[in-house]
């Protein structure tokens, strides 16, 4: 079974700029997690997806979303770039029930 | 509010010896919990869940974790440890919040095994 696949792998932008990451869960799931992971904050919760839903999002400025597909791929966005949104994105996926989740190796961003 | 706390930032601990890792938690009704390990660039992988049943949890690469309920704690431990178990471990717990399926993680810490 294939798991959580995140593209791209890594990415430059600059400040002002947009980026958009994709992540495909394993077959099967439905629930769709996004993480944002920095070295002084450590993993913060940005948004689930379920079943084309958002069900939760964390305390992230509307500058950061998201969306799910009929076929359970998701995306989330990240518009107007600060140099503080340096991180690693992390996308996990799982049933939508109280299980663990499967995360992808992440997608890194450096803004310049 | 569902927490949960890694009290310590580094553990070292030498090849062979018994390692433990700490996590307290704070849930208001009964806990999901869950530890993860992370290898440098890479994505965190699922090495035990706690749900209900044995407070004695086995989970992979021969790790296991005692739930203590009265403690409110939830250790991460392993016999003998191996230097290829360096890498930064998570402490998670499921939030229980009405129609809330988010999870919250502990800041991690770093295990260094030394040869």
């Known amino acids: 079974k294939a798991g959580v696949t995140q593209t791209p792998r890594y990415l430059i932008k600059t400040r002002g700029q947009q980026v958009t990451l994709s992540c495909s869960p394993i077959s099967g799931h439905r629930s769709v997690s996004w993480y944002q992971q920095t070295p002084g904050q450590g993993l913060q919760f940005l948004f689930e997806y379920f079943s084309e839903t958002q069900r939760n999002k964390g305390n992230f400025p509307g500058r950061f979303s998201g969306r799910q597909f009929s076929n359970s791929r998701s995306e989330m966005n990240v518009s107007t770039l600060e140099l503080g949104d340096s991180a690693l994105y992390l996308c996990a996926s799982g049933p939508g029930t109280a299980g663990e989740l499967f995360f992808g190796e992440g997608s890194r961003l450096t803004v310049l | 509010a569902q927490s949960v706390a890694q009290p310590e930032d580094q553990v070292n601990v030498a090849e062979g010896n018994p390692l433990t890792v700490k996590c307290t938690y704070s849930?208001?009704?009964?806990?999901?919990l869950f530890w993860y390990v992370q290898y440098p660039n890479r994505g965190l992988q699922f090495l035990l869940k706690?749900?209900?049943?044995?407070?004695l949890v086995k989970g992979s690469y021969g790790f296991e974790a005692e739930f203590n309920k009265s403690q409110t704690s939830f250790h991460l431990k392993k016999p003998s440890a191996l230097v290829s178990d360096s890498a930064l471990y998570f402490c998670?717990?499921?939030?229980?919040?009405?129609?809330?399926?988010?999870?919250?993680f502990g800041t991690g810490t770093r295990l260094k095994v030394l040869a």
């Open positions: 998670a717990v499921r939030d229980e919040g009405r129609g809330t399926y988010k999870y919250i």
């Open positions: 706690y749900i209900t049943g044995d407070n």
């Open positions: 849930v208001s009704g009964n806990p999901y």
